[in-house]
């Protein structure tokens, strides 16, 4: 009769633990932008970085209670594209995007694509793939590198905006 009392601890403690998990899970965003250059011709390629993103994941990953050596994955959550200029434009000129990450001393990864892009679309909502990019986001800064395919010749300059959210998951309790 004792131990019965165990019974309903050992429930709450199992129940919690997705609640445990929902508590050191948390998103990262950041806000980087790529220039497309001018004289691109239709069905030309292009690639493109952006410049360095600093992390700022020890703060970050102070911020919410934990630290890099407690995280068990990271990965692409959300991105966006958006024409910052010139102004009044839309992406009719790309026909597909893929965005690679990378980071001194690891090799680059593929993180998001979008085909079939509308013409008229001023913003382009990203597919994401969802591998683990950890080490890219523990590094001190990554990049972004946009590929295209174009469909039209642009002449003009395109500056465009990269909103990426990381969702980030550490381990409970530090176990």
């Known amino acids: 009769m004792k131990k019965l009392w165990l019974l309903p601890l050992l429930i709450l403690v199992l129940g919690s633990c997705e609640t445990l998990d929902k508590l050191t899970t948390f998103d990262i965003d950041y806000t980087s932008s ?3 250059p001018s004289s691109i011709g239709i069905s030309s390629g292009f690639s493109v970085p952006t410049p360095d993103i600093k992390t700022n994941s020890e703060s970050k990953f102070e911020n919410n ?16 594209l958006s024409i910052k200029s010139p102004s009044g434009e839309d992406f009719s000129f790309l026909k597909s995007l893929t965005i690679y990450i990378e980071a001194e001393g690891l090799e680059e990864q593929a993180i998001a694509s979008a085909e ?14 969802k591998v ?23 002449t003009q300059d395109y500056e465009l905006e990269v909103y990426s959210v990381f969702t980030v998951n550490a381990k409970i309790l530090g176990i």
């Open 34 to 36: 790529v220039t497309i």
């Open 65 to 80: 209670n934990t630290n890099k050596d407690l995280i068990e994955e990271v990965y692409l959550k959300d991105m966006v």
């Open 116 to 129: 079939d892009i509308s013409n008229d679309a001023t913003t382009v909502q990203m597919t994401t793939s």
């Open 132 to 154: 683990d990019i950890q080490q890219y986001v523990k590094a001190d800064s990554f990049k972004l590198r946009v590929e295209s395919t174009t469909d039209e010749t642009i």
